[in-house]
T-cell receptor, first 109, second 116 residues
Framework: RKEVEQDPGPFNVPEGATVAFNCTYSNSASQSFFWYRQDCRKEPKLLMSVYSSGNEDGRFTAQLNRASQYISLLIRDSKLSDSATYLCVVNTYGQNFVFGPGTRLSVLP | DAGITQSPRYKITETGRQVTLMCHQTWSHSYMFWYRQDLGHGLRLIYYSAAADITDKGEVPDGYVVSRSKTENFPLTLESATRSQTSVYFC????WGTGGATDTQYFGPGTRLTVL
């Protein structure tokens, strides 16, 4: 089993739609969690950290369920500019950041 | 605000040649990382460094060598390039690297390497 797994995608959604991505991780000792965004042929950039209590940043909401070892990202009111690949990233103290394979999102006009 | 830069951005080389990819950061971050990204594999860690003169292997270190004599530089060398090393290489830096909730990685723009 891979250490970090994500919905395979791609997700093709119309503008204005709500879309949710899921991510699971295998190491129960993992401590910190992130969502990164990667545009085509560009470097990954931090979208948001994921906190145990859940957190929201504008149209983006991230949730963490430690018991199920599951992370989610919800995007509301999708914009064309949200089209990208979304990477789930997990870090364990004393180890390194592990990246999921990514889920590609295309927001269609 | 230069941040983190990589050079060259594009490189074509031949099998068996030595290639060095450069990475430079201006933030004095302690941690630096090298990843490769291939279709179907996502980002995979090659090597990382916790500080100057401290380096360690990641998931896929074979065929690569790193050094870190200065905090701001972290070059990656392919000693004898192979076709399987054709990939996009990303350098990243992080202030702490210990996995705190605010401990994020900042990536360079990447180097696209083709080995013929």
């Amino acid at each position: 089993r891979k250490e970090v797994e994500q919905d395979p995608g791609p997700f093709n959604v119309p503008e204005g739609a709500t879309v949710a991505f899921n991510c699971t991780y295998s190491n129960s000792a993992s401590q910190s969690f992130f969502w990164y965004r990667q545009d085509c042929r560009k470097e990954p950039k931090l979208l948001m950290s994921v906190y145990s209590s859940g957190n929201e940043d504008g149209r983006f909401t991230a949730q963490l369920n430690r018991a199920s070892q599951y992370i989610s990202l919800l995007i509301r009111d999708s914009k064309l500019s949200d089209s990208a690949t979304y990477l789930c990233v997990v870090n364990t103290y004393g180890q390194n950041f592990v990246f999921g394979p990514g889920t590609r999102l295309s927001v269609l006009p | 605000d230069a941040g983190i830069t990589q050079s060259p951005r594009y490189k074509i080389t031949e099998t068996g040649r030595q290639v060095t990819l450069m990475c430079h950061q201006t933030w004095s971050h302690s941690y630096m990382f090298w990843y490769r990204q291939d279709l179907g594999h996502g980002l995979r860690l090659i090597y990382y460094s916790a500080a100057a003169d401290i380096t360690d292997k990641g998931e896929v270190p074979d065929g690569y060598v790193v050094s870190r004599s200065k905090t701001e530089n972290f070059p990656l060398t392919l000693e004898s390039a192979t076709r399987s090393q054709t990939s996009v290489y990303f350098c990243a830096s992080s202030p702490w690297g210990t996995g705190g909730a605010t401990d994020t990685q900042y990536f360079g723009p990447g180097t696209r390497l083709t080995v013929l």
